[in-house]
């Protein structure tokens, strides 16, 4: 079993399509298929399921993808471990982001992280916090964006922003009109949710929130974005809570309202993992400590 198997097998795993996964590595995809067969032949175990129609992870498959997954990262990790040994400068930064960071701390620091290190490569990825938090405890990640979360074990972390989330109305609705929202004002609207499948930070939050408000049996749409939230929203279909930054998205036919007696704020920071030398150099830490805006 060599190094290079395992990479072509992760590539099949994240990819469950091998033409896919083999422009990814960069060989022929009948190439690609026979290390794959070999591998299952050394293992003595099947690690797809194949169809005409798709390609899935069999229960060893994804064992075995989880532990090739920490192999290769712990390489990686190796690998910068002593070219930091040996002053040798950060060659790749490889970032996670949950998308709230994509549109206000993110912009900024990459444009810093550039200008000190222009011949840095730079890589993004997105997901839910939970993703990105896997990903920093493998080493696939350096670096993530994402909502609170303790330090734990190797996991580090620190808040830099509050995000404020208003209530979203169409204009087409009597609450937009209203110079004042009560909780009780919601009880006969019908509630935009994220949906309960991405078990996300936000989403646990905002159904803690409507649990204790009374208002879990007006959910009656659910989504997986902000920008399907107000979608539904400007369609008059219901209300939700959205960021204060939507205010600002062109064409917009909602209103954001403050609701009395409901002050939503979510934390937004920086986690990475304290043995990753990439992600713990000072440098790199003090220039997402500079993100901080005052009063988080």
């Known amino acids: ?30 190439a690609l298929s026979n290390q794959v067969q070999a591998l299952e032949r050394h293992l003595g175990v099947q690690l797809f399921n194949r169809s005409t129609r798709r390609v899935e992870l069999t229960r060893a498959g994804a064992v075995f993808y989880d532990r090739c997954v920490r192999i290769l990262s712990e390489i990686d990790l190796s690998a910068e471990v002593t070219r930091s040994a040996a002053g040798k400068s950060v060659r790749q930064i490889k970032i996670g982001t949950v998308h709230p960071a994509t549109r206000s701390v993110l912009p900024a620091f990459l444009a810093r992280i550039a200008r000190k290190y222009p011949d840095i490569r ?12 896997r990903q920093l405890e493998t080493g696939r990640i350096n670096l993530g964006f994402i909502r609170p979360v ?7 972390f620190f808040s830099i922003a509050q995000e404020h989330y208003l209530l979203a109305v169409a204009r ?27 078990l996300s930070y936000t989403e646990r939050y905002f159904a803690s929130l409507f649990d204790e408000h009374g208002l879990s049996g007006n959910i009656a749409y659910s ?17 939700g809570f959205a960021p204060e930054w939507t205010a600002n998205l062109p064409e917009r036919n909602f209103e954001l309202k403050k609701v009395r007696g409901i002050d939503l704020k979510i934390g937004l920071g920086v986690a990475w993992n304290k043995e990753d030398p990439t992600a713990a ?3 790199i830490i003090d220039i997402a400590r500079s993100l901080a805006r005052p009063g988080r």
């Open 223 to 239: 989504c997986d974005d902000t920008f399907s939230l107000v979608s539904l929203v400007s369609a008059g279909l219901g209300i």
């Open 1 to 30: 079993m060599e190094l290079r198997q395992l990479s072509y097998f992760v590539a099949v795993a994240e990819e469950l399509h091998f033409g896919r996964a083999a422009m990814r590595v960069n060989i022929a995809q009948p």
């Open 150 to 156: 303790e330090n734990i074990g190797t996991l580090r």
């Open 122 to 133: 730079l890589h993004i990825t997105s997901g839910t916090s939970d993703d990105i938090i």
């Open 281 to 283: 150099r000072d440098d």
């Open 172 to 198: 087409s609705n009597p609450l937009s009109k209203m110079e004042e929202i009560s909780v009780e004002d919601l009880k006969d609207q019908k509630i935009i949710a994220f949906s309960r499948a991405n």
